[in-house]
């Protein structure tokens, strides 16, 4: 073979490429396999139910205590609603302690408002659900003003018609109050987002 190289080269060269050709690897047959033992693969947190249901929980227990807010301030309108139907009193008989509690300190009502707009409404750590529902509850809380400022302008009829526009009017602040409220609550405690009427639009437009 070596005196066959010697006069042709050529030749010694083309069964030297072949033998080559014939022994070399298949491309890609050196390259790590993708699931490869000594590869490290992605690992993934499991799903826990257990962990996103707790946290789900909170977030809802969160998002309603905010609406406590109004149905406190909203409670000296429903004073003719309370002796018509008892039964609003031992619905609210539970609260009666946050009740006492609100109102046993001077200015609790403005710094508890202050504290749900600064550290619930804009405070990013929340999501935007606690956030909205939070805003929700404060704009509902400042419509009780303008009827307060109604009875300093007007003052408080003794009898007649003018008596019964008075309670009537009482009568649907109070309950148009505490059915937002109920709503607002029954809505968070089952992972649902409220839409008060004449808030929802305004809370989401505020909360970003």
Excluded at 60 to 72: G, H
Excluded at 99 to 121: H, M, Q, T, W
Excluded at 183 to 190: D, Q, V
Aim: net charge positive.
């Amino acid at each position: 073979m070596l005196a066959g190289c010697l006069h042709n080269p050529v030749i010694c060269h083309s069964r030297q490429s072949g033998q080559a050709q014939a022994f070399k690897a298949p491309r890609g047959a050196l390259r790590p396999s993708r699931h490869s033992p000594g590869r490290k693969q992605p690992q993934h947190a499991p799903f826990n139910p257990a962990v996103e249901w707790t946290s789900c929980h909170i977030r809802c227990r969160v998002a309603s205590l905010p609406y406590l807010v109004p149905l406190f301030d909203g409670l000296k309108y429903g004073k003719f609603v309370f002796m018509q139907y008892p039964i609003f009193m031992k619905i609210l008989g539970p609260l009666d302690p946050l009740v006492r509690l609100y109102f046993g300190f001077p200015f609790a009502s403005l710094i508890v408002f202050f504290a749900i707009y600064s550290g619930i409404v804009n405070n990013q750590s929340f999501s935007r659900y606690v956030r909205y529902n939070g805003m929700q509850s404060i704009l509902l809380d400042i419509l009780l003003i303008l009827p307060s400022l109604l009875e300093r302008v007007f003052k408080i009829p003794m009898g007649g018609p003018g008596l019964q526009i008075y309670i009537q009017a009482y009568n649907t602040i109070f309950l148009f109050v505490f059915i937002c409220v109920a709503y607002g609550i029954g809505s968070c405690l089952l992972g649902k987002t409220p839409r008060l009427p004449l808030i929802s639009d305004a809370a989401n437009q505020q909360v970003r």
